[in-house]
C-alpha cells in the first residue's frame, strides 16, 4: 500500500513563502498525476497544481504565477514552492498521486496565512 508523506505546511504572514513537500512511501510504475489540492473550511477541495507523467504542470487559476510545482514521475516527490502568500491561500494541503488504476491521498498539512 502506497503512503503519500506530506511536510513543509504550518504558519506564515502574508506575503510570506512556504514550500510543501510530498512524497510516495514507495514508487510506482505507472505514475500518471502527482498533484497538492486544498480545501478551506466550508468550501469544496480545489485543485492547486499538478505534474503529469510527461512532465507537463497545471495550476488553479487562483494561482496566478505564485506558485511553483517541481518533482514527478522521476522522483515520486512533488514539491510545491508559494510565494506570496495570501489569507485566502490558509487551508489544509493535501497530496494526490494518481496511477492508472487507483488514486492516493495524503493525511494533509495545514497553511495557515494571517499576521
Known amino acids: 500500500q502506497v503512503q503519500l508523506v506530506e511536510s513543509g505546511g504550518g504558519w506564515v504572514q502574508p506575503g510570506g513563502s512556504l514550500r510543501l513537500s510530498c512524497a510516495a512511501s514507495?514508487?510506482?510504475?505507472?505514475?500518471?498525476?502527482m498533484a497538492w489540492y486544498r480545501q478551506a473550511p466550508g468550501k469544496q477541495r480545489e485543485l492547486v497544481a499538478q505534474?503529469?507523467?510527461?512532465?507537463?504542470?497545471t495550476y488553479g487559476d487562483f494561482v496566478k504565477g505564485r506558485f511553483t510545482l517541481s518533482g514527478g514521475r522521476a522522483e515520486n516527490k512533488v514539491y510545491l514552492q508559494m510565494n506570496s502568500l495570501k489569507p485566502e491561500d490558509s487551508a489544509i494541503y493535501y497530496c494526490?498521486?494518481?496511477?492508472?488504476?487507483?488514486?492516493?491521498w495524503g493525511q494533509g498539512t495545514q497553511v495557515t496565512v494571517s499576521s
Open positions: 514507495q514508487r510506482v510504475q505507472d505514475f500518471n498525476v
Open positions: 494526490k498521486l494518481h496511477t492508472a488504476r487507483i488514486e492516493y
Open positions: 505534474i503529469y507523467s510527461s512532465g507537463v504542470t
